[in-house]
């Protein structure tokens, strides 16, 4: 049986999915989809069924796309709002998960670098000409021509 959202109480202000969506800067599709995936709980329905949302709706919102602006997945930001649900908690457990996310961020801008220095490495040192005799196409052909090779032998891209 599905269970009810909770209902507002008589002093907050309803609000639509639209203005939901401008308030929050997303997209109303983009709402349905946090309501479907359980990041944002389901809105009470008023008698044309259409979804009522409240304040702290905006807030959760602007919190989800905020921290995926900051590239967190969905389940860090399922994490990180089932702490943010929990004020008294230590926010031990959230700076390890936002120390994780930097390392990854790291470890992407690294790869990010080295695949533009390969890039304008290539660039640099193709003579014009014609397609046969290209020095991109030859690397981009042949992983060994690159300068800074990965572990299958040619630059890491991302993955």
């Not at 479907?36 to 304040?55: C, D, F, K, M, V």
């Amino acid at each position: 049986m599905k269970e009810n959202p909770p209902q507002p109480t008589s002093t907050e202000r309803y609000i639509g999915i639209g203005e939901l969506a401008r308030e929050s800067g997303c997209q109303p599709e983009t709402v349905r989809y946090y309501e479907r995936i359980g990041l944002l709980p389901a809105a009470p329905r008023n008698e044309g069924n259409q979804r009522r949302y409240t304040a702290s709706a905006i807030r959760r919102l602007t919190f989800i796309r905020h921290a995926r602006d900051f590239g967190f997945s969905v389940e860090a930001v399922r994490e990180l709002l089932q702490m943010a649900d929990h004020p008294a908690m230590p926010c031990g457990e959230v700076d390890a998960l936002a120390k994780h996310h930097l390392a990854e961020v790291e470890a992407r801008l690294a790869r990010l670098t080295a695949v533009r220095d390969e890039l304008q490495r290539m660039i640099n040192q193709c003579a014009g000409g014609n397609i046969g005799h290209c020095h991109i196409i030859d690397v981009l052909s042949d992983h060994r021509l690159c300068h800074q090779a990965g572990p299958h032998g040619g630059a890491e891209v991302l993955r």
